[in-house]
């Protein structure tokens, strides 16, 4: 299948359900629209350029020739960023950076242990001190403190 | 012209307090960082940097992101003439000569005339902003919820047929944008949108989660596991300098990218690029001698990197007078003026003249400095290519973090990063651009609002946008627009040749 059919069907999917989500939205009228009228709209909008993308292949490569060589580094990337998005407040910033940056290092790049301890700790400590300490942005130190 | 001296004369005053020089000299040497290294464009790099501006005064904040803005788009053309690696997008035609003058041994003088046409680019077309914006502003006010909506469908029309790819994948990522600009309390009538109970996300999705996670985090995404790592040539300070004769060949090309990048800089779009491209057409077609081209002519060098750095410069006219960014690099240094509780618009520089002339006067100083630091320092700055990128990645990643999580405090904005990184890589493999999602989501809340106003003030009634001359005139040029877009469905064979080449270009980048 074309990847134009497949994200117009994704994008129409979306467009359906953003359409469903207003319904709890007052539309208003045309006079005094309410918070619903410019998403439905842009939703209709949205659902008409997906039809059209679903229908007008013409030129667009195939699903099979999509190249996803990198997806377990993307993979592995991404999951440290949601990690950091639920462990930087419980932990403090210091302890899951070394964790997220030990991880890249160490295992995904497979550097010597050694280098990777330098780094880890080095870069943590380093942006603390520039963010935290130098240009006052507060930066979380978690229930240990650090 | 007496008055524009005066603000001007104002404006110097403020630029040259040693803060302000040294926040100049700062935002260019980093900007310059952010340009070499590729896969870091200065949109993640000002996004990264924003969060350290807030601490200073609302000047030296953007003077210092201006000063990362212009210094990358010179710092890219380093690896393109030393490496044939675009630092970013808009160095994508330096590479062509730059990088053929280089293995005929002549990476100097091409790296010394990038410099050069960089700096009489970005100096006369600070001139060109100067005259340029208050008139601009003043005609502005004119400008009601109609006019203001109706520009607003032109802009985003234009961005949406000027960005590289196809116009109607561009206008669904405008439209996505949009929508995710509409989460958060609706300003009118206080309703939760689309955030389902996640308190943070009532004020709405900030955009430099949304900018650092679509180009940041996504070319992480995208790049790493890569292994290449290229030659890089380093050139010596004392073959720097062009010979006379190269310097005559460069004089006309400077003018010419020059002018073309101020206007085209303007437009919506990926108006950068789009004017390295016409240079280089404008130059070929122009030349006694167009077999050179391709093979190290020094106009291929001097007219791109002209035109790149003047269409910078263009780009922040609309911004600082209608408050309407043009892309996704000044759509975030208006959200830095916001930050600062300042709003660009045709009162701003009424109303803060000592910014907007200290801004003004910056960019001359930054010009200068750009031009010292760069020819000096090139051996020093081509060094980072040999960091490993198995160790620049995480290095990047963690600056994505911090810096995301420094703009609220807030652990959501780094989860909005995260999941537009992942939008935004999964977007890429399937072809679309991701800059109009940035603009739709700068612009939301004023097409929003004025949408509403209007037709609160038309009593409902469209035609209120047809009706007033201004409004009439906009929505008349997106009309042409559309008529163009869709000229090439009805008559086949009609070649948009710069199209594919641009859409071939940031794809390449």
């Not at chain 1, 709890?24 to 909008?45: C, K, M, R, T, W």
């Not at chain 1, 290092?105 to 935290?132: C, H, Q, Y």
């Not at chain 2, 992480?220 to 004769?245: D, F, H, M, Y």
């Not at chain 2, 050179?292 to 001097?302: L, S």
Request: hydrophobic share 55%; aromatic share 10%; charged share 10%.
């Amino acid at each position: 299948m074309a990847i134009d059919r497949i994200s117009g069907i994704a994008l129409l999917i979306l467009s359906i359900f953003v359409a469903v989500e207003t319904r709890v939205l007052p539309l208003g009228d045309h006079s005094s629209p309410g918070p619903g009228y410019l998403p439905l709209l842009l939703a209709s909008i949205l659902a008409v350029l997906s039809v059209v993308l679903i229908v007008r292949t013409k030129g667009s490569p195939l699903w099979k020739s999509v190249q996803w060589k990198e997806k377990f580094h993307a993979l592995a990337i991404i999951s440290c960023c949601f990690l950091a998005t639920f462990c930087v407040e419980p932990l403090g910033y210091r302890i899951t950076m070394i964790l997220i940056l030990g991880f890249l290092f160490g295992v995904l790049e497979r550097m010597k242990i050694w280098w990777v301890l330098v780094l880890a700790f080095g870069l943590s400590w380093v942006s603390f001190w520039v963010f935290d300490t130098l240009l006052r942005v507060p930066l979380p130190r978690g229930g240990l403190g650090i | 012209m007496a008055e524009t001296l005066q603000n001007l004369l104002l404006g110097f005053s403020t630029a040259l307090s040693l803060a302000n020089i040294f926040y100049a000299f700062a935002g260019c040497l980093i900007g310059t960082m952010v340009g070499v290294l590729p896969g870091v464009g200065p949109l993640a790099g000002i996004s990264l940097l924003l969060p350290t501006t807030f601490g200073l005064e609302p000047t030296g904040g953007l003077i210092l992101l201006c000063g990362v803005y212009y210094g990358a788009m010179y710092g890219g053309s380093t690896t393109s003439i030393l490496m044939r690696i675009p630092g970013e997008a808009a160095s994508v035609m330096t590479c062509i000569d730059g990088y053929a003058m280089a293995q005929k041994g002549r990476a100097g003088p091409a790296l010394s005339i990038a410099a050069i046409g960089s700096y009489v680019a970005g100096t006369l077309s600070v001139v060109g902003l100067m005259f340029l914006a208050p008139p601009l502003a003043r005609f502005a006010l004119r400008f009601g919820p109609p006019e203001f909506f109706s520009l607003l469908v032109l802009g985003l029309l234009v961005l949406g047929y000027m960005t590289g790819g196809s116009i109607v994948k561009n206008l669904a990522m405008i439209i996505l944008g949009l929508l995710f600009g509409m989460i958060g309390i609706d300003h009118m009538t206080g309703y939760f949108r689309f955030s389902y109970g996640v308190v943070a996300l009532g004020d709405g999705i900030g955009v430099v989660p949304v900018a650092v996670g679509l180009f940041g985090i996504a070319e992480i995404l995208a790049t790493a596991g890569n292994p290449v790592r290229p030659e890089v040539l380093k050139p010596k300070l004392k073959v720097l300098l062009p010979s006379g004769q190269e310097l005559r060949e460069s004089v006309f090309p400077i003018g010419r990218g020059t002018l073309l990048g101020f206007f085209i800089g303007i437009i919506p779009g990926s108006a950068h690029i789009i004017s390295t491209f016409v240079a280089y057409a404008v130059e070929r077609r122009v030349s006694r001698h167009p077999e050179r081209f391709g093979k190290g002519a020094i106009e291929g060098v001097a007219g791109p990197e002209s035109a790149n750095n003047a269409a910078s410069c263009g780009a922040l006219v609309p911004m600082l007078a209608l408050g309407v960014p043009t892309g996704p690099i000044p759509a975030v240094l208006l959200a830095a003026l916001m930050v600062h509780g300042i709003s660009p618009g045709p009162l701003f520089i009424k109303e803060q003249p000592g910014i907007f002339w200290g801004l003004i006067a910056s960019m001359y100083v930054g010009n200068v400095v750009l031009l010292l630091l760069n020819l000096p320092l090139v051996g020093i700055f081509v060094n980072f290519l040999r960091i490993p990128y198995r160790v620049l990645y995480p290095t990047i990643l963690m600056f994505c973090v911090v810096g995301v999580y420094a703009v609220n405090s807030s652990f959501v904005d780094v989860g909005i990063m995260s999941a537009m990184g992942l939008i935004g890589y999964v977007l890429r493999k399937f072809d679309f651009e991701t800059a109009p999602i940035v603009l739709g989501v700068v612009l939301a809340s004023i097409f929003e609002m004025s949408l509403r106003q209007s037709l609160a003030m038309s009593n409902g009634k469209y035609a209120i946008f047809f009706q007033r001359p201004i409004s009439a005139a906009f929505l008349g040029g997106a009309l042409i627009l559309i008529v163009i877009a869709l000229l090439p469905l009805i008559r086949k064979g009609i070649d948009y040749g710069w199209r594919r080449e641009l859409t071939e270009a940031e794809k390449g980048k």
